[in-house]
């Protein structure tokens, strides 16, 4: 991690409307967003089981697990998205369970939420859309490029030089590629001066090429601004090369949670084959995750075991 | 190919004895709309059976035609300053009335849309104000706010404005339904108040098909206009119909001709700013699709407001490979360059833009485009408020005289009138639409399929239907009923042929569309077992589509119902006779108990539609 990020959190911090308790220490250890034991349950379904999760300042942590895991619904009770239906979500010193109205729209504003499908307005130009990113900072609504003041024209105008695409910035938001869509949608978060970036899947609906492109800008920016980031995967190589630290998620549970550097994949993998219970999720990690050489040649034998099983009571009723 | 038809046989054979297929099970409230369905249609026939449409006895009565036109002489024209002036009023007011219901509906759609109501009772309210502004037909408002008003545009905007909400507001929330909830999201996930997030993440969602709709019932309101005229509205059709009753037919016709050319030419102007708007320009072949093309080509060279959308998308396409070529953080400009001159605007001037630079919005095409439509836009509805010198002063001093009129309107009576006359009037009107929308879907299943890409057998019949459809859109059915009723006489047969051929225009035009919208997955696999055209139609468009047909035929019925009260007014049979003479005659009580008895017809035909459209969703 650059040396440099504490003090550029702080004074970040400092500037901030609201300040935070810890924010004036420039120690490593100031804890930003806190999640204890957060069960989240839709109807029958229960999408988080207790999860805690701890993130410190300046910390990039990928949430790594399958879909339906639980990594969507723990980013969004992080923005006050969802209401856990038990535990507490802290965030940048604040309760986000208490907050209602104003306060958790300004807490939101704090923290920049990256999507998968990105969320443009399609018909809108490249502008506008990242211009929406300021509305928290403004009264009453905003339509046209022109109700936006001239100094968040051009502060959005840099974000969009950041983000590499200030050509564009007129153009329809649709009439751009995914990876460029996705660093307009960064550049929208970054309008929001946030101090925590929260990403759900932003490379999922990507090709290999802009995906590493845009994992790079996240991390770069993240460095140069001193964010805190948390980002949902589901590929190890990504995570793992991203990564401060990985949170495993498996039904609503964390499974694992540890620092990335001398992890393997192979390391990871197997932390997954140890606490898949039954063969079917084990298979389907093996589909999610890739097949490594380890865990591919365990997970030939329960198939041929799960397919014969299937069999036989068909037999039988014959 | 004998072998590979021989295989699949052996195979039967081997796994021959397999259990029977469990049954399907089907839920009572199917079954029931199912029976539902088959009493509508024998309904329907018998319904056709005694409005008695006899082909021998039309054709006798084509010499009264002959005769009659014969009487008519040549059509005449009022002189040409009349004649704009009559059809600047006529445009002006059906705008401002669309206008005022499309302002009056965005509250309305918000509050009934499942997604931004703040509520399951300000829902319910919303909808109810839905269902009651479709019910009242404007014809009626129209004879209440003629009495309130004194002579002027008033009661015909806001008729028109009033009754447009109800079909507005409905689409309005339809489409707030329908949007992607991913924008709103995120606004939300930034902070945005809940204002923020209709406007910032809905709203240019909903625009376009919002636009469109708006369009869409200017055109209804334009035709139906004609009919507003009869009770008193200014206008064409207010003219028109003084020229029948003063059995001025020639000028009549006159009239009809051409209000008849005024409501195409407003319909291929609406459908093209629609696709302009849309971004999808007609890329047929049909005659209507060129029309349309040439249209929407020239006013954009007038404008110099240039890309015809397909220009647009394939720069932008060429911009997005250009660009993906060069790489993010690489050289940006080369790719801006690259993406201009594909474009074909010159590339700027300095090649590396900046910040500073940027603030300034370019004068590029697009922007050049957005600005003339808005200005366009804007001109249109200061001219027709204009045109319409409102007189603002009536909508204040109205409510005094308000009270003196309600007295009038209650309580509801049949006066002079048997309540068995008035029931069977009612009942004959029903009749009228039953068999008007069986007509109409028979025919409308031939022309709509036939004017469908996938299934015409040549562009050219594609063509030729589509502009079939667009020609019969454009009759106004009161204009259709009052020739008609020359060719037949007074009575339910002209009603239900005028409505039968008027909704061929709507239904066949929707058929086409959703015959057009199936997935042509299962009929590219039946072409490739080498089944016929017809094949491929019957065994993949048709079932695809017969969801689609159920419902759009429902809401023919729907449509027709209301319809058939109103052309009564006009001599075509049914309950509007009734109404129009209880107005007439100023039996106030009377029109008020009508109307009650079209509201709770009307409301269940309303209801029926609804839960049959969602039983075969």
Known sequence: MNPHDDTITATRAATATTTTTASTTTGPAETVVRLEGITKRFGATTALDGASLTVRRGEVVVLLGLSGSGKSTLLRHVDGLERPTDGRVTVLGREVTALTGRALRELRSEVGFIFQQFELVPSLTVLENVLTGSLATVRGPRLGLWSYGRAARAEALARLERVGLLERAYQRADTLSGGQQQRVAIARALMQRPQVLLADEPVASLDPESSDQVMALIREIAADEGLTVICSLHQVDLALSWADRIVGLRHGRVVLDTPTEGLSKAQVMEIYGRVATSTDQFEAIELELGTSGLAGGAANVPEDLAGGAAHAPDGAVR | ?617
């Not at chain 2, 204040?396 to 068995?420: N, R």
């Open chain 2, 1 to 617: 190919m004998s072998i590979v038809t021989e295989r699949p046989r052996t195979t039967e054979v081997v796994v021959a004895p397999v259990a029977a297929p469990p049954r399907r099970r089907v839920s009572p409230e199917r079954v029931a709309a199912g029976l539902t369905l088959v009493a509508l249609l024998i309904a329907s026939v018998v319904a056709l059976r005694s409005v008695d449409i006899d082909p021998a006895r039309m054709l006798q009565s084509w010499s009264n035609a002959e005769r009659f036109f014969g009487r008519v002489g040549a059509i005449e024209f009022p002189p040409l300053g009349e004649l704009l002036q009559l059809t600047a009023l006529t445009l002006g007011l059906v705008i401002c009335g669309t206008l005022l219901a499309a302002v009056l509906s965005v509250p309305v759609a918000v509050l009934a849309a499942s997604n931004t109501s703040p509520g399951p009772v300000w829902r319910a309210a919303a909808r109810f104000v839905t269902v009651l502004a479709r019910a009242v037909p404007d014809v009626v408002l129209a004879m209440v706010f003629v009495l309130l008003f004194s002579l002027g545009t008033l009661p015909g905007i806001l008729a028109i404005g009033l009754h447009s909400v109800g079909m507005i507001s409905k689409l309005f929330a339809d489409a707030i339904e329908q949007i992607d909830e991913g924008p709103r999201t995120a606004v939300r996930a930034a902070g945005g108040t809940r204002l923020q997030q209709f406007t910032a993440g809905v709203l240019p969602q909903v625009l376009p098909s919002w636009v469109a709709t708006v369009l869409h019932r200017n055109d209804i309101n334009l035709r139906g206009s004609v009919i507003l005229g009869y009770v008193g509205v200014v206008g064409l059709g207010m003219e028109m119909s003084f020229a029948f009753k003063s059995l001025d037919y020639g000028l009549g016709l006159g009239y009809a001709v051409v209000i008849f050319v005024l409501c195409v030419v407003m319909e291929i102007v609406s459908s093209s700013v629609r696709a302009v708007m849309l971004g999808t320009a007609p890329t047929g072949r049909g005659l209507g699709d060129r029309i349309v093309r040439r249209a929407t080509r020239r006013r954009g060279a007038a404008t110099s407001a240039a890309p015809a959308p397909e220009a647009v998308g394939r720069a932008s396409t060429a911009a997005t490979s250009a660009d993906d070529a060069t790489r993010a953080s690489g050289t940006a400009a080369t790719s801006a360059d690259d993406a201009t001159r594909a474009s074909g605007t010159p590339a700027p001037e300095t090649a590396a833009a900046t910040v500073a630079t940027m603030l300034r919005r370019p004068w590029d095409r697009a922007r050049v485009r957005t600005t003339t439509w808005a200005a366009v836009a804007a001109a249109v509805v200061v001219a027709s408020i204009v045109v319409c010198d409102i007189a603002w002063s009536e909508l204040v001093t109205v409510w005094s005289g308000v009270p003196a009129v309600a007295v009038q309107f209650w309580p509801p009576s049949f006066g002079s009138y048997e309540m068995s006359t008035m029931v069977d009037a009612m009942g004959e009107t029903v009749a009228i639409a039953l068999a008007a929308t069986l007509l109409t879907l028979v025919a409308s299943i031939v022309i709509g399929s036939l004017a469908a890409r996938n299934v015409a057998p040549s562009r050219g019949v594609r063509g030729g239907m589509r502009l079939l459809l667009v020609g019969i859109r454009g009759v106004p059915e009161v204009i259709l009923a009052i020739v008609l009723i020359v060719v037949t006489g007074l009575g339910t047969q002209a009603g239900t042929l005028a409505l039968a051929l008027g909704g061929v225009g709507l239904l066949g035009k929707l058929l086409a569309d959703s015959f057009e919208e199936v997935s042509s997955g299962p009929e590219r696999a039946l072409a490739a077992t080498g089944a016929t055209r017809l094949q491929v139609y019957a065994g993949a468009t048709l079932p695809q589509g017969t969801r689609a047909l159920i419902g759009h035929t429902f809401y023919m019925l729907d449509t027709n119902i209301r319809a058939a009260t109103l052309l009564g007014i006009v001599g075509a049979g049914g309950v509007g006779y009734y109404l129009l003479n209880a107005s007439q005659g100023s039996n106030y009580g009377t029109v008020t108990a009508i109307v009650l008895m079209i509201l709770v017809t009307v409301l269940a035909v309303e209801g029926l539609a609804m839960w049959m459209r969602r039983v075969f969703r």
